[in-house]
């Protein structure tokens, strides 16, 4: 009999809570999480109707007075009403869950007020580590600032800094992160205040906790928000700066004056918007808010390097960039947010070609815009990542050199960044030629199999090196994350899962198709359990996690079944399962897993009614793998799945936990 005693935890994520009776669990006590209760389930008790007495009472108490009860609850007096209201989906909640909110509200606010400086330091430290690509807050120019005003942005930002901290593992076991709010209620709490902040004269902290923000709700799948806050952002930002550097501002009451460590702060913030507006629109089909021409054009001084951010700098900032002529031929860790942003650049034209049909964009096929032809868009974009590659100093080149290294000097997850950054633009530009569902195991690569056909033969050799490079790319990204965790160095970013994403599927095609690669992924199956290893414990910190671990899954069951009984899906491309196609390339996870298995049914189906020659003595469905006999090979023996259950299929996947899934993908 199942037993209801379950942690909080597991019954919020809707897992099976494996436990003797007696905490900690063993998911708690593998993710070293204090605080392991168990209870058994609450039964709400039904209310009883209202009398036709209290009906007529309430009735006459609205006409009475014409304010509606959701909006009565208290709103803090440096929130704007009206924003309030829309800020939260709150209109059809009761007043008393309305008043928790704000004591919710006001519970993050006291905290603020209260909170240790060292506590402060601490999550700085933190998030700095953790997050490379907004290296933006300057410790003793923040700490100066929530000290001497504590002003409502000053403690906004911190709220977003504390919920992207509780974030990551390596402050689970640390008391004074268990000490923290809820994440959720400091982000509420930070897009409350910050409602009110927009409207008013721009601040460069203002601009942080909204980029913050949108690095917080992309990964907890907030996509709209995120999308807006950081378009908010790059506005505010644009305000600021335009009336910094244009002859005639029309706003003359910020001034141009600076010291040099808020000239810094300011142009890394910059650049900061601009990789936050290449990782938002990376991989969408939005436009991008604040492309490079524009950023040259405003004439935006170079990201600082890692000294000039930390003590400012004792020239004028340059207005070159990374790739600018008369900027230095090599560039080292000092430069590295330099690097990041150069790098996010052509990590976002590498997801727009691939977005916009890539090779299958008119005119793509054509002999001129074939891949290996010099000025083609996919060989230009091929020499712009290289180009990038070469300038940057030897010593930033993972495998040649270490994780370890670059811990010990404080740059272990930026050096981690770099190297991915080269490693996932690499992988998807070659992914792009490269058929989706291979004829057989054995296939080779020679190109498209699907229509629009390439219109000119590549030159010999020309599939083996690309093969080479897609597949290399993909273990490389599995073996730095997983040499970083060795390290003790937890990278939970979303850009990085979306990287370890990426890299366990290219694990998962080679594995099933070793032919193409040429059969020179042996460990292809040993690097992928590691990508799902880490994926599995990603989807318990960003919600991203679990539409990328279904993704996977599905895509295992269809090339398990392509490879071991080809018949139904022989003549199959990926036009025959494009929602899967479409997940695979997705920064922005959307869950689409019942279309992903209702396309791979239909296939089934659509050969079984095609080809059907019963044998004598057969029955009609003798031969055949059914769904359940496919999805039954997949999970270990003892688990007595019930097939029948209607709640099981297509939603097995979401019991994740209650399945041993590398032993799954080892049966297959």
């Keep these: 009999m199942r037993s209801s005693l379950s942690c909080e935890y597991c019954r919020k994520s809707k897992i099976k809570c494996v436990n003797s009776g007696s905490p900690p669990c063993s998911k708690c006590e593998k993710l070293g999480r204090s605080g392991c209760e168990l209870t058994r389930p609450r039964v709400a008790v039904p209310l009883a109707k209202p009398s036709l007495k209290r009906k007529r009472t309430r009735s006459a108490a609205r006409q009475a007075d014409p304010v509606e009860p959701h909006l009565a609850p208290e709103v803090p007096q440096h929130v704007s009403p009206s924003y309030a209201v829309l800020s939260d989906p709150s209109p059809g909640l009761s007043v008393s869950r309305l008043s928790t909110q704000t004591r919710r509200r006001n519970k993050v606010d006291d905290y603020l007020a209260a909170i240790p400086t060292d506590v402060i330091l601490k999550a700085l430290n933190v998030f700095t580590s953790k997050?490379?690509?907004?290296?933006?807050?300057?410790?003793?120019?923040?700490?100066?600032?929530?000290?001497?005003?504590?002003?409502?942005?000053?403690?906004?930002?911190?709220?977003?800094?504390?919920?992207?901290?509780?974030?990551?593992?390596?402050?689970?076991?640390?008391?004074?992160?268990?000490?923290?709010?809820?994440?959720?209620?400091?982000?509420?709490?930070?897009?409350?205040?910050?409602?009110?902040?927009?409207?008013?004269?721009?601040?460069?902290?203002?601009?942080?906790?909204?980029?913050?923000?949108?690095?917080?709700?992309w990964g907890v799948r907030d996509f709209h928000k995120a999308w807006m806050h950081c378009g908010i952002a790059?506005?505010?930002?644009?305000?600021?700066?335009?009336s910094r550097v244009a002859p005639f501002p029309l706003d003359t009451s910020y001034g141009s004056e600076m010291d040099a460590l808020s000239a810094a702060v300011e142009a890394r913030t910059y650049w900061a918007c601009f990789i936050m507006d290449c990782t938002i629109n990376s991989?969408?089909?939005?436009?991008?808010?604040?492309?490079?021409?524009?950023?040259?054009?405003?004439?935006?001084?170079?990201?600082?390097?890692?000294?000039?951010?930390?003590?400012?700098?004792?020239?004028?900032?340059?207005?070159?960039?990374?790739?600018?002529?008369?900027?230095?031929?090599?560039?080292?860790?000092?430069?590295?947010?330099?690097?990041?942003?150069?790098?996010?650049?052509?990590?976002?034209?590498?997801?727009?070609f691939v977005f916009n049909d890539g090779r299958r964009a008119p005119g793509m096929c054509a002999?001129?815009?074939?891949?290996?032809?010099?000025?083609?868009?996919?060989?230009?974009?091929?020499?712009?990542?290289?180009?990038?590659?070469?300038?940057?100093?030897?010593?930033?080149?993972?495998?040649?050199?270490?994780?370890?290294?670059?811990?010990?000097l404080g740059f272990g997850e930026t050096f981690i960044y770099l190297n991915l950054l080269y490693y996932q633009s690499l992988m998807l530009i070659h992914r792009e030629y490269f058929p989706f569902l291979p004829p057989s195991a054995d296939t080779t690569p020679q190109g498209p199999i699907d229509h629009p056909l390439l219109e000119a033969e590549?030159?010999?050799?020309?599939?083996?090196?690309?093969?080479?490079?897609?597949?290399?790319?993909?273990?490389?990204?599995?073996?730095?994350?997983?040499?970083?965790?060795?390290?003790?160095?937890?990278?939970?970013?979303?850009?990085?899962?979306?990287?370890?994403?990426?890299?366990?599927?290219?694990?998962?095609?080679?594995?099933?198709?070793?032919?193409?690669?040429?059969?020179?992924?042996?460990?292809?199956?040993?690097?992928?359990?590691?990508?799902?290893?880490?994926?599995?414990?990603?989807?318990?910190?960003?919600?991203?996690?679990?539409?990328?671990?279904?993704?996977?899954?599905?895509?295992?069951?269809?090339?398990?079944?392509?490879?071991?009984?080809?018949?139904?899906?022989?003549?199959?491309?990926?036009?025959?399962?494009?929602?899967?196609?479409?997940?695979?390339?997705?920064?922005?996870?959307?869950?689409?897993?019942?279309?992903?298995?209702?396309?791979?049914?239909?296939?089934?189906?659509?050969?079984?009614?095609?080809?059907?020659?019963?044998?004598?003595?057969?029955?009609?469905?003798?031969?055949?793998?059914?769904?359940?006999?496919?999805?039954?090979?997949?999970?270990?023996?003892?688990?007595n799945i019930n097939l029948e259950d209607p709640g099981l299929w297509p939603n097995w996947w979401s019991m994740l936990e209650e399945v041993d899934f590398a032993g799954g993908l080892t049966s297959l």
């Design 131 to 217: 997050f490379p690509e907004l290296r933006i807050l300057q410790p003793s120019l923040f700490i100066r600032e929530f000290q001497s005003h504590r002003s409502e942005e000053a403690k906004a930002l911190l709220a977003t800094v504390l919920a992207s901290v509780k974030k990551q593992p390596a402050v689970f076991s640390d008391t004074w992160a268990s000490e923290l709010p809820d994440a959720q209620d400091l982000a509420c709490y930070a897009r409350r205040v910050l409602s009110d902040c927009i409207l008013q004269p721009p601040k460069v902290i203002v601009v942080q906790a909204l980029l913050i923000l949108t690095l917080f709700e």
């Design 234 to 242: 790059i506005r505010i930002m644009q305000s600021l700066h335009s």
């Design 283 to 352: 991989g969408t089909y939005n436009p991008r808010m604040l492309p490079k021409p524009e950023m040259q054009k405003l004439k935006v001084a170079r990201p600082p390097t890692s000294v000039e951010f930390a003590f400012g700098s004792d020239t004028a900032p340059s207005r070159q960039i990374s790739g600018d002529p008369g900027m230095p031929v090599t560039l080292d860790i000092a430069h590295s947010f330099e690097i990041m942003a150069e790098g996010f650049d052509i990590n976002a034209q590498v997801m727009a």
């Design 367 to 408: 002999p001129e815009n074939c891949p290996w032809v010099p000025g083609s868009p996919w060989s230009e974009c091929r020499k712009r990542l290289q180009e990038w590659r070469d300038r940057q100093h030897s010593r930033l080149h993972y495998p040649n050199n270490s994780v370890a290294i670059y811990m010990t």
């Design 458 to 639: 590549a030159p010999p050799g020309w599939w083996d090196e690309c093969a080479r490079e897609l597949f290399d790319s993909s273990d490389q990204v599995t073996y730095l994350l997983k040499e970083a965790a060795d390290c003790g160095i937890s990278v939970m970013t979303p850009f990085s899962g979306f990287c370890a994403f990426s890299a366990c599927f290219g694990s998962l095609y080679v594995y099933r198709f070793p032919g193409m690669n040429f059969g020179r992924s042996p460990k292809a199956k040993e690097l992928m359990e590691m990508g799902l290893d880490y994926l599995r414990e990603f989807q318990h910190i960003w919600d991203l996690g679990g539409g990328w671990i279904k993704t996977i899954q599905n895509s295992s069951l269809l090339y398990e079944r392509a490879t071991s009984e080809s018949r139904p899906y022989r003549g199959k491309n990926r036009f025959d399962f494009e929602v899967l196609h479409q997940s695979v390339h997705e920064y922005r996870i959307i869950d689409r897993s019942d279309l992903q298995i209702q396309q791979i049914r239909r296939a089934e189906r659509d050969a079984a009614s095609r080809v059907h020659v019963p044998t004598e003595g057969s029955s009609d469905a003798e031969g055949l793998v059914t769904d359940e006999q496919a999805v039954t090979n997949q999970f270990p023996s003892d688990l």
